[in-house]
Structures are given as C-alpha cells and as structure tokens.
C-alpha cells in the first residue's frame, strides 16, 4: 500500500506560478508510476502530467509548456513545477501513484486557485 501527501497548493494571480509536492510513504519500491490530476469545480478528474520511473513523462495537451513534473528520489518527492497559471487552472490537485501490481493511490488533494 502506497500513501500520498500533498502540499504547496494555494491562490496565484493569472501568470503566476506555484509549484505541488507529493511524499510518498508505504511500499514505495513498488511504485511504477506517479502523476498530477486535477478536478475543477463541476468537471471529472482530469490528467495533467506523469511520469515514470525511468523518468518518461506525459502531459495534458493544456498544461505543455507551462507544467513541468519532476521527482527527486533522494528526498522521495514528486513535484509539479506550474508556471503562466490560468483562471481555467483553478483545481483540486491530486497525486497518484499506481505500482507494479497495478494498485492505484491517491492523495488527499491540494487546492490551487487562480484568481485575480
């Protein structure tokens, strides 16, 4: 069982940046891949970005150039470097995780607003 703790959300003018991290605890070594959802207010939850173990990633066509995953093994951190924000941006982000036994985790959410 893996377990996921968000952070670094918060309310950004248009143009801003903030940047999420994700802790992962419990049977890390079986994580195959991690990644940013986000659900806004009203919609289904939505892929923003992931990325695997050998470091491959995957973006959302909305968030390229702008949104940028990252882990640093040596601090077991998942972050999500987000730049040029805009109001559609505004969501609860969520970490996930899915290991080799295809078992998924979430975490609790973090909010991100972006808001004149």
């Known amino acids: 069982q893996v377990h996921l703790v968000e952070s670094g959300g918060g309310l950004v003018q248009p143009g801003g940046s903030l940047r999420l991290s994700c802790v992962p605890s419990?049977?890390?070594?079986?994580?195959?891949?991690m990644g940013w959802y986000r659900q806004a207010p009203g919609k289904q939850r939505e892929l923003v970005a992931t990325i695997t173990r050998a470091d491959s990633t995957n973006y959302a066509d909305s968030v390229k150039g702008r949104f940028t995953i990252s882990r640093d093994s040596a601090k077991n951190t998942l972050y999500l470097q987000m730049n040029t924000l805009k109001p559609d941006d505004t969501a609860v982000y969520y970490c996930?995780?899915?290991?080799?036994?295809?078992?998924?985790?979430w975490g609790q959410g973090t909010q991100g607003t972006v808001s004149a």
């Open positions: 419990g049977d890390i070594f079986t994580i195959k891949t």
């Open positions: 996930n995780a899915v290991t080799i036994w295809s078992v998924t985790s």
